[in-house]
């Protein structure tokens, strides 16, 4: 005997059709995720074809590039890698002002304090004898 085929709604009552009890440790479905929270509440920004970790940086870049714009500073410079002897640094901007080269990592309280990026500043000063400003 042939058994008539049931409708999605009689599934969903079925034991079968129920979400089981460790449903959550597969994971929701894609279009049911909140975006993911970025570790500290920075917000991406993408401004020039540029793009930036937070509104902090993108603002400095703004007003560095109102600065060379007016003559105050040259070669103004975005995520300018420098090589360390175990490490990498990304300085956010660097720029030359009067004949000095500068560097600049734009840091909220909490990643100024970070023992990585404390490290990495160290190793600037000590190695190339760069001191990084924190804006």
Request: hydrophobic share 35%.
């Amino acid at each position: 005997m042939k058994r008539a085929p049931i409708t999605l709604d009689q599934f969903k009552n079925t034991a079968a059709g129920q979400r089981p009890d460790n449903a959550h440790l597969w994971g929701e479905p894609e279009k049911l995720r909140t975006p993911k929270k970025n570790k500290y509440n920075n917000v991406p920004v993408e401004l020039d074809g540029k793009k930036f970790q937070s509104t902090k940086e993108a603002k400095r870049y703004i007003q560095l590039r109102a600065m060379q714009a007016a003559g105050e500073i040259t070669h103004l410079h975005c995520q300018t890698p420098f090589e360390l002897s175990v490490c990498k640094f990304i300085a956010d901007f660097t720029y030359t002002r009067n004949g000095e080269l500068i560097v600049e990592d734009a840091k909220s309280s909490v990643t100024r304090k970070l023992a990585v990026y404390r490290l990495k500043k160290k190793l600037m000063k000590a190695e190339l004898n760069i001191e990084i400003i924190e804006v």
